[in-house]
């Protein structure tokens, strides 16, 4: 079986002599036994590449046929105790027909051909002039390099041992209007193998690499690209050499271009990640219906030897932030999204003003900056944004400077309502003895804050904002019907992690004294400051330290929640991502990755009552907690699987 799902899979371009079929396979050669080696299962070689794709009316020469043939028994000889399946082009002649074709062999044995479908015929390629369409031949049985079994134009899928399905089409059919890949895919296939010879013009590799992404992401599956490169015929036309591997729209390996000596890229591709977002798009599901008159014919491969897994794919330690490359473009997006539900909402509702907690921290931060940028959006005076600091037992000097500062510099209203008296009076009203430093002594503090955010609001015509974020959420970590309620919640789906970073690229766009104090919003130790602080004035209560990283939580919720993934999977993902590496991420040990899995396990499920009546605040990325949306979870589910599988981490 796979190992948390993943398989490996190689794209290769070897470099080609025109014609001669003895020299090819040699260099064909070559790549499997580098491949195999490298633990690949499956390898794609570019459109007849036996022969070269340019031969021209050589292909109407029987000697060159048979040449190729003869090339296919010395490949199937040389594979004959190998487990890699592999997959190749060339001519094969089926009665009065020559077909384009795909050979897909293991162990010595061909276990299906695939003939190609759409035959281009314009511009510089005149294939109709020697290849016949898969759509022309009449189903027969064919005897081909000791392989006897039919050849038809019907939807044909290939099974591996562990249950990979995997279907092939050749180079034009991925550019049709409607590509045998999406047939495939609807039948089961999880990984598309393209075997193609496209020529080089100018723009032409941004609009293929646009296609192959748009195709993987819109069959939801893994496509594997390999185009015929150096040696192949110049006359007229360059071939550049593409190895592209996608899963589900996003590049995993990239070859080198105009490379002049052959070339293999490999990648692991996450099968049980695509299968869920499968059963997660009812789209797709509903798409299948289409096959419902279609003959499918899978054959299933030989068994293989296992092998020890080794993740080697990279894993981003921090997936909800975007890449460097289109971070601007992003901030400004997920601003947008925030500004465009909270206009809508101030608009529908008639509110004056909005109401929100300004605590020096990095939520409020962020809900204030929203606000903003939503007045400024609907031309309304940001005078009417009510910042209200309710300093309290645990405020510290460095919090309570930079809320206030920042209201000034944005120009808000602020309010300052100390909560000390009141809280102290709700003491002795319950009972409870304040130096006892319990979850009612915590709690009480933000319940208060609360109220004093909801009767101004409803004293001045206006709304409460929230400030909770998507981590906090999942986490649980949020006093109920304290700072868990609102009237509405604009940092809902936005985690912990990318909130530094929308606050960082705020402060760039600033004044010198916003920026100055957003800065160190950004430095200061997360904290509900709900303790008092230290001799020293400091924050003593840091929320990290009781909770856990908090870019470990987004790592976990993000595999979990979008993927589904099991504790077990999402632990070796981490190990990858935070193991030692390049240093671009925070190293944990095991130890520590399953220690806070497990506390992530047991939260998540013990805190589901708090999510289960959430404010409404708009979703921004691929991951929401809202009962109304994404995540639709009973407050009394069990954790139990969870739980024993994260222990059980905890003890490996």
């Known amino acids: 079986m796979m190992k948390y799902g993943f398989i490996r899979v190689a794209s290769a371009v070897p470099t080609v002599q025109v014609a001669d079929c003895r020299r090819n396979v040699i260099e064909i050669e070559s790549l499997i036994a580098q491949a195999e080696g490298q633990g690949v299962k499956i390898i794609v070689f ?66 299906g051909i695939v003939p190609k479908s759409y035959l281009p015929n314009y511009g510089e390629f005149y294939e109709k002039r020697w290849f016949a369409s898969a759509h022309d031949l009449r189903p027969m049985t064919v005897h081909f390099a000791g392989f006897s079994g039919f050849v038809t134009a019907d939807p044909q899928l290939f099974r591996t041992c562990d249950g990979v399905l995997f279907g092939v089409e050749i180079c034009e059919d991925v550019w049709a209007p409607m590509p045998p890949s999406n047939h495939l895919a609807m039948a089961g296939a999880d990984i598309i193998f393209n075997l193609s010879a496209s020529d080089e013009l100018i723009g032409k590799h941004d609009y293929l690499v646009s296609l192959l992404a748009q195709q993987s992401a819109r069959t939801i599956s893994g496509y594997v690209y390999s185009s015929a490169g150096f040696g192949e015929s110049t006359q007229d036309v360059v071939y550049g050499g593409n190895a592209l591997i996608y899963e589900n729209g996003a590049l995993l390996a990239e070859g080198e271009r105009f490379a002049t000596t052959a070339q293999m890229k490999t990648a692991q591709i996450d099968i049980e990640r695509l299968r869920g977002e499968r059963r997660n798009n009812t789209t797709f599901t509903a798409a299948q219906h289409l096959l419902r008159d ?163 609001a409803n004293e001045l015509g206006g709304m409460v904002i929230g400030t909770g974020d998507l981590s906090e959420l999942a986490l649980g970590w949020a006093t109920y019907n304290g700072d868990h309620m609102s009237m ?48 020293d004035g400091n924050i003593k209560q840091k929320t990290e330290d009781l909770v ?22 999402i632990f070796a993902l981490a190990q990858k991502a935070f193991g030692p590496g390049d240093g671009s991420a925070s190293v944990y040990d095991d130890a520590t990755i399953a220690h806070w899995l497990k506390t992530f396990c047991r939260r998540f499920f013990a805190q589901q ?44």
Request: proline share 5%; aromatic share 6%; with cysteine.
């Open 548 to 569: 856990g990283p908090y870019e470990l939580h987004d790592f976990f919720l993000y595999y979990f929640l979008r993927h589904g993934f099991s504790p077990r999977k």
């Open 294 to 456: 279609e003959t499918i014919r899978i054959v299933d491969m030989e068994h293989t030897t296992p092998r020890d897994f080794v993740l080697d794919r990279q894993v981003d330690a921090h997936p909800f932030i975007p890449s460097s490359g289109n971070m601007e473009r992003s901030c400004n997006e997920i601003f947008s999204i925030q500004v465009m539900g909270l206009a809508k909402r101030l608009v529908h509702t008639h509110a004056k003003t909005v109401v929100l907690g300004v605590s020096g921290g990095l939520d409020s931060t962020l809900a204030l900056l929203v606000c903003v940028k939503t007045f400024d959006r609907l031309k309304r005076d940001r005078k009417d944004i009510i910042g209200v600091t309710m300093p309290g037992f645990g405020t510290t000097d460095r919090t309570y400077t930079n809320a206030v500062n920042l209201m000034k510099s944005l120009g808000v209203t602020i309010r300052e309502v100390s909560i000390a008296k009141s809280v102290t009076q709700h003491f002795e009203d319950i009972g409870h003895d304040a130096s006892v430093h319990d979850v009612t002594y915590e709690n009480a503090q933000a319940r208060e804050r609360t109220q004093i955010l909801m009767d101004l």
């Open 488 to 535: 509405y919640g604009v940092n809902a789906s936005i985690p912990k992690t990318l909130i530094k970073y929308l606050v960082r690229f705020v402060s760039q766009q600033v004044d010198e004294q916003s920026a100055l104090t957003l800065t160190d919003i950004i430095d200061t130790p997360i904290s509900p400051e709900l303790i008092p602080a230290d001799a």
């Open 46 to 111: 570019p459109e007849l590449c036996i022969t070269g794709y340019t031969c021209q009316d050589l292909f109407r020469q029987q000697l060159l046929l048979d040449a190729a043939e003869n090339a296919v028994m010395q490949l199937l000889d040389f594979t004959r105790q190998l487990d890699i399946i592999s997959i190749v082009g060339l001519p094969i002649a089926v009665g009065d027909l020559l077909l384009n074709c795909a050979v897909v062999m293991q162990k010595g044995k061909i276990m």
């Open 609 to 652: 009552f708090k999510r289960s009546c959430l404010p409404d605040g708009p979703k921004v990325g691929s991951v929401s907690l809202s009962p109304r949306g994404d995540w639709r979870m009973p407050s009394d589910a069990v954790s139990t699987l969870w739980m024993e599988e994260a222990e059980s981490l905890a003890r490996d």
